[in-house]
């Protein structure tokens, strides 16, 4: 542990947060005034609001209206430092963590990793599906969209045209019913503009989800109505069906049906993003740390973990609490507020996660939401959820900046019909398709 | 040419662009009523509006505030088709342009393709500078920017160091000078927030110039202006200095002298970007077209060419005329209406070019501009100047969506002294630099 001291070390407890998510984010906003050092790693220098990740992918936003760089969120925070790095390993006795840029020690250690997407081991399909877990996913989704209809101009073949057209769509949660409505919406209001030349009869959008019904978790009348509305939109949903195999053009289900499509999007699970170091029996099913009601990772008095990646068993929640934003947030801020008690010897609070519901919106106008109020829920479906689903998704945005331009897009894309932002740049997933030379003549 | 048909052929005689830029969309635009099939060919599916570019790359706008998708811009047209595709080659007497994506008959053919960075055969340059031609070369730029300052962060050793802090633009025209303001600014405004542990006192911005003077073809006094509000924002400025080579680290320049820098940016010149298949004598000096007063490329009845990509030698400008959106613009609707002329029996008209002037703006609150207004030119610098860059470059931009956008995001950037769009998202040009062991540990 020879070396530069680069990070300024004042004899102030340094708390090393990996990962800054939303309960990473939260925990280094909540030790603003504490006496101690905060170091967040990422391998991104922003934060992703992932909830609106999808709208980036179908052209809805910008990727500039849903992130903010960390140093912009916490400048102002005299006891807050950030280096852009990947954390490799964990050494618990030395208390040091090993980074692509050196090694760090510290006092308190929080995992806030969050998961990735799980690809249950296939790796064919790993290689052949989009999944939207973050910026550059959703940029490449966007792109790859784009770029299918303007391949599709030039195709003759019917399977071939129809191939581009056609999107499957893998889980029925809230990722994938909102792609699938969303992607209704390009259909509807927006293709049919740009190329006139295809006939839009052809575009087929499919959900596949292995269970019974949509939004699994959320209430039978959330369910209910997203199925409904789903195919109101004319979106073909699979339930009680798995998709086998996908080799980036034939989609072969459970069924023996067989989809073809050149876009089949992931959204069917995740699993933790653990780093190597810690003792083995801390790390549980799903690939996530077991965690006591303080957050601590089973094992370690000094190393936490919170959100995704936090696998914390109470007798409400046996199976852990849901991988979404309000656990990791809660937990962040809780965790905050656990470290200082511990620093001026006090003892630290159980976690109790505060259920507000659960919410999502099936293109325009409809929404489906459990909203959780003073003990009571409440269930909320069409016009008057899609609004309670975007005014909470813009005041959930982390920047004052971000709010105002994302409520200025949805409101100029909801009053014009219309999604501006159809520019391919950077990576897309399909290469130009082979085509025979006689197709190649547009004369 | 057998093959099949996507493009409706309803025996009108087709247009072929090569190249939505200016020039290209302008053109494009023009021919909305006449009776032709309009084809536009473009490698991207969007138009960029270049002269912000230099913002994109310095965190003060989105891409998403300066493009805008083709087929939004014209979908509403109904004799405009879009190809997203590159032409390889043209065969004039057959009529047809090879592209990526096929064959395509025209009877009108136009080039509008621009210019692209000129290295002048400096292979070694290309390789280690950066340009800023287009949103990808911006972003790049952007991102590497951004990069330097987080590994900066680890750096102990002083020229290390300083090499990332470092930046040496190459040319002193509106590019060069536009992007050293605006990095100027990040120096005093922004990155002294983000990044307090590290001293801006050591990083140094450098235009190197060529010629005696900066803005060269704009006014005596606009020259003047721009050296002094450069020197007094703390840009050094080379005149008379050429750089001789740079290997991705040191840069020499041909008084002997040696900086060190992991950034050159390179703005000190363009080359057209001609298509193969023409005759060897209608290519002249800059790789650009030469084209009579009707734009009509040499020796050619029904090819033209338009915008950087021509050279129209006429007697107030023997040179052709500069290398900016004006003429493009102008060339572009002229020669609309001159194609209906034609097709109307009629005679096409001279292109005459009408100089409006010329702007550059120099970091907050100043900029430099010679205005022609009825015959007589006007200079404008500092304040006043610069709220005329503004606002002409507001109205400039092609949607009403990037008027409302770029106007918001730089009212928000003036009163809040910051920008933004900090995030690096996509390539970055640097690789992470090889650091000794010793300096990896930041305990």
């Excluded at 998510?21 to 909540?30: D, T, V």
């Excluded at 995992?111 to 999944?131: Q, R, S």
């Excluded at 195709?155 to 057209?165: F, I, T």
């Excluded at 019913?177 to 919406?185: D, Q, W």
Aim: hydrophobic content about 40%; glycine content about 10%.
């Amino acid at each position: 542990m020879e070396g530069l001291t680069k990070i300024d070390d004042l004899g102030k407890p340094r708390v090393v947060i990996v990962g800054g998510g939303f309960g990473g984010l939260e925990l280094a906003k909540a030790l603003a005034n504490a006496p101690v050092q905060v170091v967040l790693i990422d391998k991104q220098n922003y934060h992703t609001f992932q909830p609106l990740l999808y709208q980036v992918a179908t052209a809805g936003l910008d990727e500039g209206d849903i992130v903010s760089p960390f140093r912009k969120i916490l400048n102002h925070q005299d006891n807050f430092y950030f280096r852009l790095a990947e954390v490799t390993s964990i050494d618990p006795t030395a208390q040091v963590v090993e980074t692509s840029i050196g090694l760090l020690r510290y006092d308190f250690l929080v995992l806030a990793t969050g998961a990735n997407t799980n690809y249950f081991g296939d790796e064919v399909m790993a290689k052949n599906a989009i999944a939207i877990k973050n910026v550059e996913d959703a940029l490449e989704l966007r792109n790859t969209v784009l770029s299918n209809f303007e391949q599709a101009l030039q195709l003759g073949d019917h399977e071939q045209l129809n191939s581009m057209l056609d999107f499957v769509i893998v889980g029925g949660g809230p990722t994938g019913v909102e792609i699938a409505g969303a992607l209704s919406e390009l259909r509807t209001h927006v293709f049919p503009k740009d190329y006139r030349e295809i006939d839009f009869k052809e575009m087929d959008i499919h959900v596949v989800q292995s269970g019974p019904v949509l939004l699994k978790g959320m209430s039978a009348n959330a369910s209910a109505k997203s199925l409904e509305y789903l195919e109101k939109l004319g979106v073909q949903v699979w339930l009680d069906t798995r998709v086998k195999s996908y080799d980036g053009y034939t989609v072969t289900l459970n069924n023996g049906k067989q989809l073809i499509a050149r876009t089949l999007i992931w959204a069917a699970g995740v699993t933790g993003a653990p780093i190597p170091g810690l003792n083995d029996d801390c790390l549980v099913s799903g690939n996530r740390y077991l965690v006591d009601e303080y957050n601590r990772v089973h094992g370690y008095d000094n190393v936490f973990a919170i959100g995704d990646i936090a696998l914390m068993k109470t007798e409400k929640y046996p199976d852990g609490h849901p991988m979404v934003a309000q656990p990791a947030l809660q937990q962040g801020r809780q965790l905050g507020d656990n470290i200082q008690r511990q620093l001026n010897g006090g003892l630290m609070e159980h976690f109790v996660y505060d259920d507000k519901g659960a919410m999502a919106t099936i293109g325009r106008n409809h929404a489906v939401a459990d909203i959780k109020l003073f003990g009571r829920e409440i269930h909320l479906d069409g016009f008057i959820a899609w609004l309670a689903w975007s005014f909470i998704h813009v005041i959930s945005l982390v920047s004052f900046r971000n709010r105002i331009g994302v409520f200025f897009t949805w409101a100029w894309n909801y009053f014009t019909q219309d999604k501006g932002l159809r520019y391919i740049i950077g990576k897309t997933k399909a290469p130009l398709v082979e085509q025979d030379m006689e197709e190649k003549a547009i004369v």
